[in-house]
């Protein structure tokens, strides 16, 4: 099925979204830099236990019961995760702590730390320092030296091309690079992303630069919390400069050999020698939000970490409700009760006051995860008042969650 030919933005915002043209006039988005020595094809036998120590373990971790489809049988994705974004029940994962490159995935971390610190309607002209240090091939917007550009514009390049000319130039304004690796690795922390090393804020590949299908997971839905975030990452098609760019996002924006996906809306793919293809995306259906990490397929067909993201969206969707999970999303540290707030170190009073069970394997300051405040009709992702993070559900989903269909 080909891409339609006009898209408006699936956005979780109810906003006065635009139908766009899908033309493209940017350069390509996902080119990758030179050839480096690939990370070893097996991964280690102990890995971090952070949501329970299923996950810890290599190979495929899922609880087939009476009733629970079979996952797919041929993944070939050196890691993936399937959860529930708004339980954050992990319903299936397959190495999902395995260190690997992360590619322009990470840029996820990147909106997430420095989204809130501009203004959208704030005005920037690009100095030569500003693209300074650009890894050879990167992916690129076509941000020109000399030129003013809002802090909206670039951070459309940066959702939909994955440029990392816009990355550089609003690294730039946050006192340059190093501070922005810094404050990166710093929210990674905060988010106890744990698997997560943080060299470049635009994924290039540099040695040492390592995420997890889990901590790409939790970047994923601590940024989902955020209607910036929200309304770039499911934006299909936007003009910059003199044309318009659309989003690679393949099961957002769809291609001669993958659908748009049912409900997807997000969230970031990206594309290296060293970490093959990745891709993080969030899609709904019939009120559940699911969230999909691929990591490296080995099969090395065209869009294939869009294919097996599909099916192991559709395995989630069926599986949902039905399968028990096998870890959990932990949440950020500063959401966690404190000790003397009436709950022991580690351990989250659920709803009813009754004591939470502490993740499995994790630090004492693990918990459960955040509740997305999130839901889709129609394909669009809607806003749902009184986004916050809960703990084990420790608050009431907010009574406000309802749908709309678009207008």
């Given amino acids: 099925m080909p891409a339609p030919k006009k898209i408006g933005p699936r956005s979780l915002v109810v906003t006065s979204a635009t139908l766009l043209s899908l033309s493209v006039t940017a350069p390509a988005a996902l080119a990758a830099p030179a050839p480096s020595t690939s990370p070893a094809a097996t991964p280690p036998a102990h890995m971090s236990t952070v949501g329970g120590d299923r996950l810890g373990q290599p190979g495929t971790q899922v609880d087939l019961a009476p009733g629970v489809p079979v996952l797919p049988k041929d993944l070939t994705a050196r890691s993936w995760i399937v959860t529930d974004a708004e339980s954050g029940e992990v319903l299936a994962a397959h190495n999902a702590h395995w260190r690997l490159p992360p590619a322009s995935t990470l840029k996820m971390l990147f909106a997430d730390t420095l989204l809130p610190r501009f203004p959208k309607d704030e005005r920037h002209k690009v100095a030569p320092s500003d693209l300074a240090g650009m890894g050879a091939g990167s992916s690129v917007v076509g941000i020109k030296e000399g030129h003013t550009y809002s802090v909206h514009d670039l951070w459309l390049g940066v959702f939909l091309r994955s440029g990392n000319d816009a990355v550089h130039t609003l690294a730039a304004m946050n006192h340059g690079v190093p501070q922005t690796v810094k404050d990166m690795q710093d929210h990674a922390d905060e988010l ?216």
């Fill in 192 to 407: 106890q992303a744990l698997d997560t090393h943080v060299v470049s804020p635009d994924g290039y590949d540099e040695p040492g630069q390592l995420s997890s299908a889990y901590d790409l997971t939790l970047f994923a839905r601590s940024g989902l919390q955020k209607k910036d975030f929200r309304d770039y990452c499911s934006t299909v098609s936007a003009r910059f400069e003199s044309g318009e760019i659309r989003n690679t996002n393949r099961l957002l924006s769809g291609d001669i050999d993958v659908p748009v996906y049912q409900g997807i809306a997000g969230v970031k793919n990206g594309n290296t020698t060293n970490a093959g293809a990745t891709f993080t995306g969030v899609a709904e259906r019939n009120g559940r939000v699911l969230l999909v990490t691929v990591m490296h397929p080995d099969k090395r067909e065209h869009n294939e970490v869009y294919k097996e993201t599909a099916k192991l969206f559709d395995w989630g969707f069926q599986a949902a409700g039905k399968v028990r999970p096998v870890g959990e999303l932990v949440p950020p540290k500063s959401a966690l009760p404190s000790p003397g707030a009436g709950t022991s170190a580690g351990q989250s009073t659920g709803g009813d006051g009754s004591g939470a069970k502490p993740v499995a394997g994790a630090t004492a300051d693990s918990g459960s995860g955040i509740g997305t405040a999130a839901a889709i009709t129609g394909g669009v992702l809607v806003l749902l008042a009184g986004a916050a993070f809960l703990i084990n559900r420790r608050w009431p989903l907010p009574d406000l969650m309802r749908r709309r269909s678009r207008p």
